[in-house]
């Protein structure tokens, strides 16, 4: 199943799990979103006027973010004039969780951040230490 969705002014044709970068959005990474439909498809395509009663998208918003700079840069030739100026567009990034029909509320919550991985000294039991004792060991043994 898909749907179109209406956004920051344009419309993006979406499917579930998909990842997607949309106008800038005010909210927190890890926060669900919900975008209004305006047509919805599968066995019985629906087209709404101009959008479909009860339904909608949740997203879960993954990064707040920026393109890269795009830079306008003009110059008339032979009259020492030249502008040179810089351009980055923010947007919002997000993975569409589900497609909700007839008034239907979000059942999936935002995924939890994932917990940060230990390093190998870590893992043994010798805590932060063990890399600044394994370093030291081996300036030793480079003097000798």
Request: charged content about 30%; glycine content about 8%.
């Amino acid at each position: 199943m898909f749907a179109v969705i209406k956004t920051g002014g344009k419309q993006h044709r979406v499917v579930a799990d998909q990842t997607l970068k949309v106008y800038l959005h005010d909210a927190n990474v890890g926060d669900i979103v919900t975008f209004p439909v305006t047509a919805h498809g599968g066995d019985t395509p629906k087209f709404g006027t101009p959008l479909v009663d009860g339904a909608s998208v949740a997203a879960e918003v993954l990064a707040q973010t920026h393109e890269r700079t795009v830079i306008a840069f003009k110059k008339r030739r032979r009259q020492n004039s030249k502008r040179k100026r810089g351009y980055r567009d923010h947007y919002t990034l997000v993975r569409v969780t589900e497609i909700l029909l007839d008034g239907a509320k979000p059942t999936k919550a935002a995924r939890a951040k994932p917990a940060k991985k230990a390093s190998a000294g870590e893992a043994a039991g010798e805590g932060a230490e063990a890399p600044k004792k394994a370093k030291a060991a081996s300036k030793a043994k480079k003097q000798d």
